[in-house]
Each structure stands twice: as structure tokens, then as C-alpha cells.
């Protein structure tokens, strides 16, 4: 960790080097943010250029997206954990859907019994869902009204419309056609017997037609794609879909002839553009340039995936609480003074995850709120409107405190109204780290405070440079600065809790993105919620498959 021994003795002033030292490994300068986003694209180009690299950029055999014209109703079916959603998504044609949605539980039992057992479930929530819930109106709004409940007839000529569908499976897939993707394996529980190594698609098309019911599923989507698809329907377009919440990942449109590792398959033959999934979580698994500290590395060997995921250790909620945690601890036990909480810890800290991200995040907001005017990236990606978070870099930039700084430790030389605010957030560790009330003073919690931002800023920083490689790999920016696409809106369509609730990480996000692109690409990018991608998204790329044929 960093250094607080005995070596350093006890004094103010030394108290304040260990946390200087501290501030400086987490800074990440515009030299180091260029670094990292040159290599996001080096990254990206041996991934492109063939398979099985951590940076895996899997095709996803989705060539267009949604502008917001199209109409239709359109069924998503969303597995990834111990629920599971039924959704019936309806186009109105004017940028806007109306959403019907249904969880049913899986059990135990089904996670871990036959696949087909899982499958004839999944399909009898579908049939239970039409039945109580859905609207049942055909895909096409030109054909006539059609009976998803009715068994096919071999006397009929003309059978009814099956109702398409997209599935959404949160499970490892390798997917080779839109609606084709074998299961590598499972995860989170689910053990289901005779899936490995068959085409999940199948599997649920044939319980479909086990039920006897006119539904087809033409689909397999990504939550993230699916991100971008939502995004694209309400805004005209999108050229990146992003989740920054739990996880990480993104997904982008790119130019077909780029993804040389197609080969000379027919998807390549065919040119044009196809929404790749980057899976950026594991960039750099090799950690040569992620500004790795002693509290990340603690982070990652006691994690259920040591030296996989790295980027998505660095920057996503799962893990921001805990690279935190380590910090404060790191202070409680300095010697032969402690740095913190007069030395003594208590249960939620000595737990392996025990500080939550939103304890972060509440201590944050106390601490900002109402310092910065905001603007707030809207549903629509507009100014005004329903608040997501933040504010554009270039509007504030100058405006925002250097809150990662250890001088904001300093109590003495904070104004009454930050005391007070320090008040508020002293409050709120006593509560969520159930620690005696006597052990918490002031600065301490200016010292959680400024750890709580050190971590949550390098965050989003990074966060910067995933989206600034983005532009430049398409072309629309160039790394550095000095270049602007003749474009208006760069659309950008975001998921997670960070994202929408994080204070200022938006902000912060921004501010990355503006020293590795300039002004005045970062002026015109437009990020905005999108809603729902394993669901709402699930139901645009059905629309997308029957575009495309399927």
C-alpha cells in the first residue's frame, strides 16, 4: 500500500505527504489519458483483426439501426439472472414506444435441471404473458390483426404472422449469425444440462414450437448493443451504446471492411456497417498502462477473477466501493499513529465489499450539491428537462474545485458552509459504516470525502478515454485535438447507475474526453439515457433482424 509506517513518524505534516502520495497515484494527466486511449485503439484493431483476444470486438451481425420512423410491436425476452422479463415493445413511429413488461421467477430447479425444462419455461412465460398482458398486434402494421394464441393448421394457406422476438442472454455466447449463437458456458447459478455448445436461439425456437406458439425469435442480443439501438430510435441515431453501472461495456457502429477477421464471409462480402460489441471491461488485463496502485491490486487478487476484467475493475460500481475501502483501511492502520477513525474499523469495513458504491456516491453529493450549476443530460440527451447526471466539461470547465485534492482535508481552512457540509457527511459514515460516533471527527470525513472523489474521478476519466477512442477509431475526432467531423450530433446513448446517478460523473467524464478530443468534438457529443437496452433494445434489434431478412 502506501507508505504509513512508522517511518513517517506522526506529524501533520507527515500525515499530509501520505496523502499526497495517495492523490498522486490516482492523477491521471492529459499525457497519461492519451496513453491509455492510444492503446484502447491498438486494442481494437488486433481485435478486429482476429479472434480470441481479451478486447474480443464480437460481431454482431447487426448492420443498421433504427431512426425513429419505424412502427410495429415486437417481443423481447431478457435471461440473465434470477429473473427473467417478458417484454412487448410498441413503435409509434415518432421516436417514441410504449413498453409492457412482465418478471417471472426462475427457480432453482430450473437453473440447474434439463435445458429443455428451462426453455419450455421461458416459453410458457412468453405464452402467459400474451395472454394476460400483451396488446398481440402483428410486427407489421400493414398486415392484418393476428391470433398469437392459435395452433397452426395444416388447412391453413395463409398462416398467421409469428409475432418476432429478441432474446437477450446474459450468458457467454458465441454468436455467428444474428439469430444463431452457441452457449460457451454458464454463469451466475444456471448449470441447465444439454445447453453448453448448442444455439441458444434454437433451444428457445423450438420450446416455441413445442407450446405451439406464433412466436420467433430472430434475435440475440447484447445489452449493450441493445443500448445503442434504444438510443438510435429516440434520437435519430447513435453511434455508441455504453453501460457504465455495475459493468462496463460498449458497442459501436463500425465500417464492415474494418472487421477484417469476417474473413471473406458473406457479412464482409457485403460491406457496409455492423454494430461491433467490444466487451472493454478486459482492456489492458495486462495492466502496462491502467495506472494500477497497491489498492487495486488488492482489489483484483481478491477478486473471483484475478487478472481478467481490468478496465471494468477500474471504473465500474462493483468495484469503486472496494478500491475506497482499501483506502480508508490503509489509513486506519497507519502507525504509529493512525490516519483515520482514531484506528478503529468496524463491520461494513472489515467486509470484502462492505462499502457500497452509493455510500460513495451519498457522501459525494453531499459534499457538491449545490456548488455547481447543472446541466443535465436529459432522456433525449437535451438541456432541461428530467435531470441524468452532470454537465457539459466545456460549459463549467474552471468552475469545479479541485476536490481531489488532500488541501480540502484541511478543516480549518474550509468556509462554514463546507464545515457544515462536512457535518452532513460525518453523519452519513456513522450511519452506513456503523462506526462509534466518537471515532469520526471532521476530518475524517473530509479524508472519506477525498478518497470517495480520488477514485470516483479516475473513474470517469477513464471512462473519457473509452469514449474518445471510439470517435477516432470511426474517424470523427482525431486524439489530441485538431480535428472535427462536418457532423452536428455525435450521439451517444448511456446506461447505469454511475451514468444516471453518480454526482457530476458525467461532468468528469466530459472533462476526460475534451483534453484527448478538444472543444470542439466534445461540444457536439450528445449523451443521453438509453432506456432499457436488454429489454426495449432486445425488441429494436427483432426489428433490425426482420429489416435485414431474417
Known sequence: MAPTSALYGASPDVARRILDDIEAQFRLTKDDLIRITSQFLEDFALGLGEYNHPMAMIPTFVTGVPNGSETGTFLALDLGGTNLR?????????HEFVLRQQ???VSEALKTGEATALFDYLADSVDAFLTEFASAVPSSPSTEQANPFASPSLNDLTPEPAVPLGLTFSFPVEQTALNKGKVLTWTKGFSAKNAVGHDVVQLLQDAFNRKHLHVRCVALVNDTVGAL??????????ILGSIFGTGTNGAYVERVENIKKLGDSPARQQGGHMIVNTEWGAFNNTRTVLPTTPFDNKVDRESINPRLQAFE??????????????????LVDAAPKPLLFNGRSSGPLNTHYGLDTAIMSEVEEAWESGRVPIVPVTADGKKGGKPVNGVSASDVAGKIPDWQSAHFTDVDSLNPEDVARLER????????????????SLRDAAIVRWASSLVA???????????AAVLVQTGRAKLGGGFSTDEDRLIIGVDGSLIQHYP???ARLRDSLRELVGEEVERKVDIGLAKDGSGVGAALCALQAIKQGH
Open 103 to 105: 418478471k417471472y421467477k
Open 425 to 440: 457527511i460525518r453523519g452519513i459514515i456513522i450511519q452506513r459504516l456503523a462506526l462509534d460516533p466518537a471515532d469520526v
Open 457 to 467: 474521478n479516475r473513474a470517469a476519466r477513464l471512462s473519457g478515454c473509452a469514449v
Open 504 to 506: 457530476n460523473f458525467n
Open 86 to 94: 417478458v417484454c412487448e415493445v410498441e413503435l409509434l413511429g415518432n
Open 313 to 330: 475493475k477500474f471504473i465500474s460500481g462493483m468495484y469503486l466501493g472496494e478500491i475506497t475501502r482499501n483506502i480508508l483501511l490503509a
Open 229 to 238: 439501438l434504444s438510443r438510435a430510435y429516440t434520437s435519430g441515431g447513435c
